[in-house]
């Protein structure tokens, strides 16, 4: 496999939190049970002023913050995302032109639940092997939905991150990547609609389990691995439970995937989900530290990478962007009533 | 009336049983059935099957057919009945196919009882059940199920002094039977703070109050009595059946502590079985919420009126009391897939009768009673079985 990797990477956290414990109080229910049955303490909310094109901007931005590349260089643009501001109109367009990598370029919006940025990395490492594109650039970012009083509510927050993918001044090279998908409606939202439905308790063992489990399972099987040949494990993470189990059921420890694991403190970002957890990661990543990801998207599918850290991460200029760790610090709390205004909770057709 | 008795029983595991539909479900119990029983498929005169609401759940209708087809039957071309009263539909089933080999018209019946309920969304399933109630009085105004037994409930703590927590050891009793039973949903026990920890329902109701949404299957296997040992050693026969009606809303009634309908079931079976309520060794009743157990062993006349929360603390009904009831789990822990509950209660007193229900067995279970309620006490039918 000719080398293709990640040349750099940026991310953005919008500053606004709610705690669980408001909207528990909201909705009359016990916060602590909440809080610990879903793991999560916090999560973000974006502001009136930001949605997935805002998010995905800083992000790229902060990608390119970090290395000295031409922007006119990216030849390719993925967003994925379920929250695209435009139904019809993508974000990587405005994107493309924000960041000055128009008009050569190759844009298109994805979408497959909480995974569609992994599948963006996924074509822009295929762009790259084929010598089509110099640089691909893939971004997840999401301003995730969730009816009011729903469990979702919880947990949809939003965040993203950008990868730049290439084959030159590598500083983390993916070493191989597969995927599992079927065709399982754990999760969806119609067309038109403003909130997603699920099916409860059916996310779990035959959606997010079953998916990753058996996914993480072939990559390391075809790569003739074990869960302990990795320094970081990063699992798409919908509340802070399933990444903890789905770890302990494929044989991972709490110390791989801590620095990974986003979610307790700013809540499942959905596409830009496993994103954040592998831009974590890089903040601290040493060269020749070895990552595993397994995202996971409903609907439903699974993306696995296998990562390996290379000296040049020592080059990148980290510092010249916010690190994820950065951006959770960087945090003020709205009650709910505010929350209701900035989600747009409290129209009427 | 010709006696009758019971041949074979056949019971999937219930559950939120994602990988099995509505067909898998319901031929799997009755291929388990008819295996347990010994006959061959050819001797069957008809099919019976209860079934709640199919056309809400999998948007099926016409389910006698389907089940007929679905079990392989379909080139018998034998009469195929739907029976529905709402969560009582398993009961009445096993009472129509009863009646039917009774008189005469019938043989050998195949009777199913059959729910899955678990491929709509939560509150579809809570709107489902609530077409048991009186929809154009109460459901259409936001009345469930919950919010009627939480009024019962309500009522019977202020009438008799029943408490929060004697309800609650309703639930922790299932529970611990339902963990000796391997085709239970939830195969574990459950400590008392457990139950009054869980999210509100209706006051004083919480959800660990009430019996879980459920996918499961149950058939059993009739024949007239005198030809029961030809098929099997352990034939189990039917001694009682009594069938009940009462006002479809609750506001209907005189009182709401007591389901006549239960009442008046339960005479007609003892009458007929000549049994009365301290002959029976093993019970299972419809506890589809805590209060719902301690209304039918009062009203089937195993413990005085406003006395079965005590009951439950003198341990009366625990699997070693002196009436052990709801040995499988109840509704509570083994599930509750509507249509199916029915049968699934005639499917464990049987396999008490039998004296096949391993670490759950009663000692020296000689007779057995099942009863399943229609709505909230709307409808109640109650069988007595008497091992052969």
């Not at chain 1, 971004?139 to 290439?166: H, K, M, N, R, V």
């Not at chain 2, 009882?113 to 709509?120: A, I, L, P, Q, W």
Request: aromatic share 8%; hydrophobic share 40%; glycine share 10%.
């Amino acid at each position: 496999m000719d080398k293709v990797g990640i040349i750099s990477y940026g991310a953005h956290i919008p500053r606004f939190r709610i705690k669980t414990e408001e909207i528990a109080k909201a909705w009359g229910k016990d916060p602590i049970t909440i809080s610990k049955g879903l793991g999560i303490n916090e999560k973000s909310v974006p502001s009136p002023d930001q949605d997935v094109a805002t998010i995905s901007v800083e992000a790229a931005r902060a990608a390119l913050k970090r290395i000295n590349i031409n922007p006119q260089e990216i030849g390719a643009i993925y967003v994925g995302s379920e929250s695209h501001p435009y139904a019809v109109k993508p974000t990587g367009t405005i994107v493309g032109e924000a960041i000055r990598a128009t008009p050569l370029l190759m844009v298109a919006d994805y979408e497959f639940a909480c995974k569609a940025a992994t599948a963006g990395i996924q074509t822009c490492m295929s762009l790259v092997k084929a010598d089509m594109i110099k640089y691909g650039m893939a971004i997840g970012s999401d301003t995730s939905q969730a009816a009011p009083g729903d469990a979702l509510e919880y947990a949809a927050s939003a965040g993203g991150a950008a990868f730049i993918i290439g084959n030159q001044n590598i500083i983390a090279s993916i070493n191989d990547t597969c995927s599992y998908t079927t065709d399982t409606p754990d999760f969806w939202r119609r067309e038109g609609k403003k909130y997603p439905a699920h099916g409860g308790r059916f996310t779990g063992t035959p959606a997010y389990f079953k998916h990753i489990t058996n996914n993480a399972k072939n990559l390391m099987e075809k790569l003739d691995t074990k869960p302990q040949d990795y320094k970081y494990a990063i699992f798409h993470q919908p509340n802070g439970k399933f990444p903890v189990r789905v770890a302990k059921m494929l044989g991972f420890s709490i110390e791989q995937i801590q620095q990974g694991l986003l979610c307790p403190n700013i809540g499942n970002t959905y596409s830009g989900a496993t994103m954040l957890g592998l831009a974590s990661v890089l903040d601290v990543a040493k060269p020749g530290d070895r990552i595993f990801l397994t995202s996971y998207g409903s609907g439903a599918g699974s993306d696995a990478f296998d990562i390996t850290v290379t000296q040049n991460i020592k080059k990148l200029k980290k510092n010249n962007a916010p690190l994820v760790s950065e951006l959770i610090e960087n945090k003020k709390y709205v009650d709910y009533s505010t929350y209701a205004k900035y989600r747009d909770l409290l129209y009427y057709d | 009336m010709r006696d009758v008795a019971v041949i074979g029983i056949g019971i999937t595991k219930f559950g939120e049983l994602w990988d099995k539909s509505f067909r898998n479900l319901i031929a799997e119990a009755g291929a388990k059935a008819i295996i347990d029983s010994g006959i061959s498929g050819k001797e069957l005169n008809a099919i019976y099957v209860g079934s709640m609401s199919a056309g809400r759940f999998i948007g099926q209708e016409n389910i006698g057919t389907l089940v007929s087809d679905a079990s392989g039957f379909s080139h018998l071309h034998i009469p195929t009945v739907r029976v529905e009263s709402a969560d009582a539909s398993g009961g009445l089933a096993f009472r129509q196919g009863y009646l039917s080999v009774a008189s005469g018209m019938n043989d050998i019946v195949v009777v199913g009882g059959v729910e899955k309920m678990t491929d709509v969304i939560g509150i579809e399933a809570t709107d489902t059940l609530a077409t048991g109630l009186d929809q154009e009085w109460e459901a259409f105004f936001g009345s469930t199920l919950a919010a009627e037994y939480a009024m019962i409930a309500t009522k019977h703590m202020h009438d008799y002094n029943t408490t929060r927590e004697q309800l609650a050891q309703v639930a922790v009793k299932n529970h611990a039977n339902g963990a000796l039973n391997p085709n239970a949903q939830y195969r574990r026990a459950m400590p008392i703070e457990s139950i009054l920890r869980s999210p509100m329902e209706a006051y004083p109701l919480s959800m660990m109050d009430s019996a879980p949404v459920s996918d499961g299957a149950a058939a059993v296997i009739l024949c007239p009595a005198d030809k029961a040992k030809k098929y099997t050693k352990k034939p189990v026969k039917i001694i009682g059946s009594g069938q009940a009606s009462d006002t479809l809303a609750l506001h209907g009634r005189k009182k709401i502590c007591t389901f006549e309908s239960t009442v008046k079931a339960a005479e007609m079976a003892y009458r007929q079985s000549g049994k009365k309520p301290s002959d029976i060794n093993v019970a299972e009743v419809h506890d589809c919420y805590t209060i719902s157990e301690i209304l039918a062993i009062e009203d089937l006349g195993f413990i005085k009126k406003g006395e079965g929360g005590s009951a439950i603390d003198k341990k009366i009904t625990t699997l070693d009391g002196k009436l052990p009831v709801n040995t499988s789990g109840g509704l509570k822990s083994k599930g509750h897939p509507l249509g199916a509950t029915g049968i699934a209660q005639v499917v464990e007193i049987v396999t008490q009768l039998r004296g096949d229900a391993d670490q759950r067995q009663v000692k020296n279970a000689k007779i057995g009673l099942t009863q399943n309620v229609g709505g909230v006490g709307a409808s109640c039918v109650v069988h007595i079985m008497e091992g052969m």
